[in-house]
């Protein structure tokens, strides 16, 4: 029999192209999102979804105790920086205290394997470029400290009752299923890439390039943009890697290695969607750092991980087909 994942926060951007993964390498999928940010239209037919919200225990509970799942791929979460640092409170419930809740209602069911969801935002300001998996973790703002607490609950999960827990520190979620058939929908959106498509097709006004007098070879800053079905070939990954583990925890970092600047970022739509990106140079962002790359090697040498789209170009171009097809994201799609 196949084994069984759930996937929180399935119909949204990530998780949604894990779901795919999943799918696609045989899995049974269910999927637990309260439809917050996401989009059912995201959700394929052969993924249950339960409209849930993660800290409801009765129903987590139920839908525990209904089947056996095999382990828990973990995606829900509130993702805005700014959002967290105006509202605190918000983000470590959502993303702290309701983590907490899904963690008690998996031990109920005894499930032991966890992926989640982590960022580079736990490292803060990089002392060091490329970040391996030992750079501090001295987080700046509340949903990197938000995500960084996740990490050490796990740790304390795996002492305490066997977790075998997996979090996966990615870097720039960029780009769609290469199919066409899903891909990136945040409203608001705060992305670069989409935000220089959407400008480009005249949807937004112009992109401001928060600064250009960074010390990076073009003055702007430079980020490391992970196509997001390689992240979601990642999860895949580390949840069979978990199934030879003893409980524990451990890290992995997942980036391509190659930083790209905005400026360089904004030349590859013009490239790609045969349009102009218009923009305008504003001033800097409090809290922007000028380079984050990932070190990835960790992840190519213990879950055998590499990216398939390793170029710039490559992510732009499936991020360039869904949203020349779907200018209003989801708004477009009839299941
Ligand atoms: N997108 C990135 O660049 C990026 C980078 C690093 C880490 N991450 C992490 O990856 C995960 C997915 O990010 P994303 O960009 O796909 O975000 P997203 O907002 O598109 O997806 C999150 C999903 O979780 C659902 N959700 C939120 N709270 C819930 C709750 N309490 N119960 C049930 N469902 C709930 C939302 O409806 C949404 O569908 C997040 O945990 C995020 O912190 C994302």
């Not at 987080?139 to 740790?155: C, D, H, M, T, W």
């Not at 002492?159 to 780009?175: E, I, M, V, W």
């Not at 290695?257 to 739509?269: A, F, H, K, L, N």
Request: hydrophobic share 40%.
């Amino acid at each position: 029999m196949s084994p069984r994942v759930l996937v929180t926060g399935g119909a949204g951007y990530v998780g949604s192209h894990a779901v795919r993964a999943l799918l696609e390498r045989d899995y049974a999928v269910e999927i637990v999102d309260d439809l917050s940010e996401g989009h059912r239209e995201a959700v394929p037919r052969e993924a249950p979804l339960h409209v849930v919200d993660i800290a409801d225990r009765g129903r987590m509970d139920a839908l525990f105790a209904a089947r056996r799942f095999d382990g828990v791929l973990h995606f829900a979460a509130r993702c805005y920086v700014g959002e967290s640092v105006r509202e605190p409170g918000a983000y470590y419930r959502a993303n702290v205290g309701r983590t907490v809740e899904l963690l008690e209602a998996m031990r109920g069911a005894n499930i032991t394997a966890f992926v989640f969801s982590s960022t580079c935002a736990t490292y803060g300001d990089p002392v060091r470029v490329p970040m391996d998996e030992e750079h501090p973790q001295r987080p700046i703002n509340p949903y990197g400290r938000s995500k960084l607490f996740v990490e050490q609950i796990l740790a304390d999960y795996a002492r305490a009752h066997g977790l075998r827990a997996a979090c996966l520190r990615y870097f720039n979620a960029a780009g769609a299923h290469p199919s066409g058939a899903i891909g990136e929908h945040h409203e608001p959106e705060t992305h670069l890439i989409p935000l220089a498509i959407q400008a480009a097709q005249g949807l937004k006004p112009g992109l401001q390039i928060f600064g250009d007098d960074y010390q990076t070879r073009d003055g702007t800053c430079v980020r490391d943009y992970v196509h997001v079905s390689d992240l979601a070939d990642a999860h895949v990954l580390a949840l069979e890697k978990l199934a030879g583990h003893e409980s524990g925890v451990r890290a992995w970092n997942l980036g391509t290695g190659i930083g790209s600047s905005v400026r360089e970022v904004i030349r590859t739509v013009e490239e790609v969607s045969a349009l102009r990106v218009p923009h305008r140079i504003a001033p800097r962002r409090a809290g922007d750092p000028p380079e984050l790359v990932a070190d990835g090697s960790r992840a190519a040498r213990e879950l055998g991980w590499s990216p398939r789209f390793a170029t710039l170009r490559s992510v732009v171009e499936t991020a360039w087909a869904w949203h020349r097809a779907h200018p209003r994201g989801y708004a477009e799609c009839l299941r």
